[in-house]
């Protein structure tokens, strides 16, 4: 059984600032908190779930603190609309922005505000093998409970640090640095890459001047052409900000 305290504790951490001050987060459902589990390092400080679930995950879960809870209490500890059978109370991931960009490619948002669109973005990014992101800092915070549950577990395989993008954009040497742009090159044209850096702006204002004086290549998904249709090309004043992310990725790899 839960007591008053500990139920207030777990609901606290819905809101950023103590998520920052106790550097924890919010785990939920049995596909998140297994892919956590299967980590060498999961993070997981403790586990509150339904006898169910932990019937059936009680080898995986021998070695960590947790507790039975009722269907009520998961309701009241849950941030989900539906709850779903196990909350965890996680560490927050390391936030060191020092890692090899070569041979590989790397993500940096600019500004990404939507959460959704954030744990979608992680999301693909885990799909195309993209194991690094770099976040403005005034971007959507990963440990926000729509931002983990949008990356359907991909937030335990994809490291996102915060930092100032134009600054470390500057630091990054013998490296192409592409923008999703409007006025960019048809990124179906352009050939595989193997290392690079992908930026992709705001969903209303795109990249930052800032941001954009250090890119070496702007790049675009070309809108497709109507057959018998008077309005001729695609409509859409633009994608959204994960869509563009999976397409360009798609093509770049």
């Given at each position: 059984m839960l007591v008053k305290s500990k139920v207030k504790y777990i609901q606290s951490l819905g809101q950023k600032k103590f998520r920052q001050q106790e550097g924890l987060f919010i785990a939920e459902g049995p596909?998140?908190?297994?892919?956590?589990?299967?980590l060498k390092n999961s993070g997981i400080t403790e586990i509150f779930a339904l006898k169910e679930w932990i019937e059936v995950n009680k080898?995986?879960?021998?070695?960590?603190?947790?507790?039975?809870?009722?269907?009520?209490?998961l309701e009241k500890i849950s941030q989900l609309t539906t709850p779903n059978q196990v909350v965890a109370l996680v560490k927050q991931f390391s936030g060191n922005e020092h890692?090899?960009?070569?041979?590989?490619i790397t993500l940096a948002l600019d500004n990404i505000q939507d959460p959704g669109n954030m744990g979608t973005i992680i999301r693909i990014a885990d799909w195309f093998g993209v194991e690094q992101i770099v976040c403005n800092i005034q971007s959507a915070d990963i440990y926000n409970p729509k931002v983990?549950?949008?990356?359907?577990?991909?937030?335990?395989?994809?490291k996102v640090v915060y930092t100032d993008l134009a600054e470390w954009l500057s630091k990054q040497k013998n490296?192409?640095?592409?923008?999703?742009?409007?006025?960019?090159e048809n990124v179906t044209s352009i050939n595989k890459i193997?290392?690079?850096?992908?930026?992709?702006?705001?969903?209303?204002?795109?990249?930052?001047?800032d941001v954009l004086k250090l890119v070496t290549k702007k790049i675009t998904i070309p809108q497709k052409a109507r057959l018998n249709d008077s309005y001729g090309l695609g409509n859409a004043e633009s994608l959204n900000a994960a869509v563009a992310t999976g397409?360009?990725?798609?093509?770049?790899?």
């Open positions: 596909k998140l908190v297994n892919d956590l589990l299967t080898l995986l879960i021998s070695s960590y603190k947790v507790v039975a809870i009722s269907s009520i209490e890692f090899d960009i070569h041979n590989k983990i549950q949008s990356t359907m577990g991909s937030i335990a395989r994809v490296i192409s640095i592409y923008a999703a742009m409007l006025d960019g193997k290392h690079g850096i992908v930026v992709i702006g705001n969903e209303s204002k795109g990249i930052s001047e397409i360009i990725l798609s093509h770049l790899l």
